[in-house]
């Protein structure tokens, strides 16, 4: 095939378009030189292919250049995601590379409280199976994907066609990810890492996905601590951006989760939606931030460091014989069954 045949589409969903720099990163100057790299533009109709309606009402819409294509291949990782299970697989083009409507209804607050729609689950998730008539449309013809260890080494490499190589690759990220754990806790300890620690969007999913983990870990009550410096407070995107209008909008998250679930929230504000949820119960506190003021803003704590973190925790909870879990990647860690 000739060079300029072949398109590198960056499915960035709603979140913002990659830098430059951050394509030759990513890719390597080489291929950047050689070859043309598009980020996708989910508010670009002209630029969006109608993929129709599923039975269940969903609009599907992919970026046209994917469409169009004769070949459509799709690389990403298969790790816990918070709506489609397991990330990876269709959802790297249905949702990576989807117009805004789509986004809006499998984020929106049906979706998001169907209790298929969950970390872990891919059989009777209603998220998954929507991403996955979506790639079917959009003539997904294979893919390529990897699992990943906590120092991001490869240690699954899967290729071919995309359903049959996503149940492969989700049975060894369920190998790999899934952890048990015999209690609950006082105090979890979310880790999260570059670059997800850069937006609180990002960051605030170490809470999320331990306080919906299969398994409880924490009582009502608790404190989840979340050490990211988050130089770009709430993130850069659209997405981002609505998630923290959200939150300001809302007093307490009680009254703020019924006024969702009564109006409906644009795509990205479902981070919103979400962590209200958890705020409801317990609490979330950011170590290191740079943007403690839009933490606030958030209706979570900042610390300057986890000594300050752990006197708000005594303070929140009130006593200081805490039980605390430490998840050192809580992004990659899917918290299972007790086992005594």
């Known amino acids: 095939m000739r060079d300029e045949d072949i398109t590198l589409l ?10 430059p720099q951050e394509k030759v990163i990513k890719l390597g100057q080489s291929i950047v030189d050689r070859y043309r790299v598009l980020d996708h533009e989910p508010f670009n109709l002209a630029g969006l292919e109608d993929l129709g309606i ?3 009402g969903i609009p599907l819409s992919v970026n046209s250049v994917a469409c169009h294509a004769d070949l459509l291949i799709t ?5 816990p995601h918070q709506y489609a299970g397991y990330s990876g697989g269709p959802k790297t083009v249905s949702i ?6 789509m986004i809006a209804h499998t984020h929106g607050p049906k979706m998001v409280d169907h209790p298929g729609t969950r970390l872990g689950k891919i059989e009777g998730n209603i998220f998954h199976q929507a991403v996955t008539e979506a790639a079917r449309r959009a003539g997904l013809d294979f893919i390529l994907n990897v699992v990943q260890d906590d120092h991001k080494r490869p240690v ?3 290729a071919g066609r995309p359903e049959d190589t ?3 690759l989700v049975k060894a990220a369920k190998g790999l990810y899934e952890v048990p754990v015999q209690q609950e806790y006082d105090v979890v300890v979310a880790g999260v890492g570059f670059p997800k620690d850069m937006n609180l969007y990002q960051a605030s999913r170490a809470a999320s996905q331990l306080f919906f983990a299969p398994t409880s870990v924490v009582k009502d009550g608790s404190v989840f601590i979340v050490p990211a410096p988050t130089p770009e407070g709430a993130g850069q995107g659209e997405g981002e951006r609505r998630f923290l209008e959200t939150m300001r909008s809302g007093n ?10 009564r109006t409906g929230y644009p795509p990205g504000a479902q981070r919103a939606f979400v962590m209200a949820k958890v705020l409801e119960k317990n609490h979330v506190i950011i170590v290191g931030t740079e943007t403690p003021e839009v933490v606030r803003q958030l209706h979570m704590i900042p610390a300057a460091d986890m000594d300050e973190a752990f006197r708000i925790a005594v303070s929140k909870i009130g ?3 805490l039980e605390v879990l430490i998840v050192q990647r809580a992004l990659l860690t899917l918290l299972v069954g007790r086992t005594g």
């Open 54 to 56: 599923t039975e269940s």
């Open 75 to 79: 690389t990403g990782i298969v790790e």
């Open 166 to 168: 996503f149940e492969e």
């Open 156 to 158: 699954a490499i899967f």
């Open 10 to 19: 960056c499915g960035i969903g709603l979140h913002r378009p990659s830098t």
């Open 252 to 261: 307490d998250m009680l009254s703020l989760l019924a006024e969702l679930r």
């Open 319 to 321: 006593r200081d014989d």
């Open 96 to 101: 990576g590379a989807a117009g805004e409507p």
